[in-house]
């Protein structure tokens, strides 16, 4: 993902948890803990970038969806992101994210936990989704 591309994330949720994938970041002595997505294509909606990117990363459709926020939320490289919640999804979930070439493991992670492991960028993220499933 390059400097200032937008990108969709889609961040899975079951039973309080998130599913994240945990990988390298440049900057980070240590594996971060990162909500899977992709860059969104030029001309290309945010429900048809977060559909695409579902099926390249995890080999899902997702059928339960929704914005987050209508603001954009400035990732870790000047990224401008757009988080997704699913809540529900046809498929079944891999151990790792499919299209890299160095497959990152995937994992449930409790949302409380995942709030103090992850970069700055991701906590605010898992702080618009812990708001969001309180009010729900």
């Known amino acids: 993902m390059s400097t200032n591309s937008r990108v969709v994330l889609f961040a899975l949720i079951k039973d309080n948890a998130v599913l994240v994938e945990k990988r390298p970041v440049k900057g980070f002595t240590k594996l971060q803990y990162l909500i899977p997505g992709g860059t969104i ?23 339960k969806f929704e914005l987050l926020t209508n603001e954009d939320i400035v990732g870790l490289f000047n990224n401008l992101l757009k988080p997704f919640i699913v809540r529900k999804w046809q498929g079944e979930i891999p151990e790792v994210i499919l299209d890299k070439e160095d497959p990152y493991p995937l994992e449930w992670l409790d949302l409380e936990r995942a709030l103090k492991l992850s970069p700055d960028p991701t906590i605010k993220i898992f702080e618009v989704i812990k708001a969001h499933l309180n009010k729900v």
């Open 41 to 63: 294509n030029a001309g290309e909606s945010l429900e048809d970038a977060l559909k695409r990117e579902m099926m390249e990363e995890l080999g899902l459709i997702p059928l």
